[in-house]
């Protein structure tokens, strides 16, 4: 498939489609109003604190102190199809580092680690590097993460891009997540009537 044919996706896509596919498919093969629920509006608050806080932080414990910081950073690759604004990126003499901040407690989940994952491939591509670590900044406790960024974490990202692009081609519903808990504060509860 040529990229010209490349469904558009962004890395939030990937994040998304692991916490479950039908997210996905609402916001792309029948975009709907959605409401902004707390995790969005905290995600987005604790967002702007961390520009401030992490630009005092010190990441000696990783060795990248003398890194430069750069926010923000967009990204895009047309070979990829794939598009994103990525939090934070290290850039250091031990490499390039890319880190996204998370508004939860406990341990980083699948999703989270799949959405840095696709920064990271990007990263690559873009700066013509290898990522091999990333880090997840759980924003509520100020704890930084390491996570290895293995091949086959980026080959799950071009599998899961195939995925959603095939979903998205079919315009067919994917079956919702199995974690039920995870439907309460989902934007897009009330379109799943079959579980509701």
């Known amino acids: 498939m040529s990229t010209a044919e490349l469904i558009p996706l962004r890395v939030n896509d990937l994040k998304q489609y692991e916490y479950c596919p039908r997210i996905v498919f609402y916001n792309t093969v029948m975009p709907l109003d959605r409401k ?14 961390l520009d401030a806080l992490e630009k005092r932080r010190s990441l000696r414990r990783y060795k990248l102190s003398e890194g430069e910081r750069r926010f923000h950073v967009s990204l895009h690759s047309e070979r990829l199809g794939l598009s994103g604004k990525m939090d934070l990126l290290i850039v250091s003499e031990q490499g390039y580092f890319p880190v996204d901040f998370k508004y ?19 990263v690559e591509e873009q700066y ?8 997840i900044y759980l924003a509520p406790v100020g704890e930084l993460v390491a996570i290895k960024i293995t091949q086959e974490l980026k080959k799950e990202v071009a599998e899961r891009l195939a995925m959603i692009r095939d979903m998205v081609r079919e315009e067919l519903l994917p079956p919702p997540t199995p ?7 989902c934007e897009f509860r009330n379109y799943c009537g079959d579980i509701f």
């Open 128 to 135: 013509q590097t290898e990522v091999e670590t990333g880090f």
């Open 179 to 185: 974690m039920r808990a995870r439907c309460s504060e």
């Open 36 to 49: 902004v629920t707390f995790k969005m509006q905290r995600g987005t608050e604790a967002e702007f604190q």
């Open 104 to 122: 939860t407690r406990g341990r980083p989940h699948r999703n989270h680690i799949s959405q840095l994952a696709g920064y990271a491939v990007l």
